[in-house]
């Protein structure tokens, strides 16, 4: 898929675990994992706004779009 999420980098860099974040953003720790492995179809605006509001940072640093080849 030509679309990455580097959600986990973020976590990792920010020093918080999943289970915070999930409850920082109000989602299950179930859909934040579908999140971090990219198995997601889609992404709310508010969801991802609330990723960004916690993790100080920026839609960029979470999704990245790679050409497939």
Do not use: W
């Amino acid at each position: 898929m030509p679309i990455v999420v580097n959600l986990d980098v973020m976590m990792a860099k920010r020093k918080i675990s999943s289970g915070e974040l999930a409850e920082k953003i109000g989602i299950t720790q179930a859909n934040l994992s579908i999140l971090k492995t990219g198995k997601a179809k889609a992404v709310r605006f508010s969801t991802l706004e609330e990723i960004c509001r916690v993790l100080e940072c920026q839609p960029g640093d979470i999704l990245e779009y790679r050409k497939e080849e």
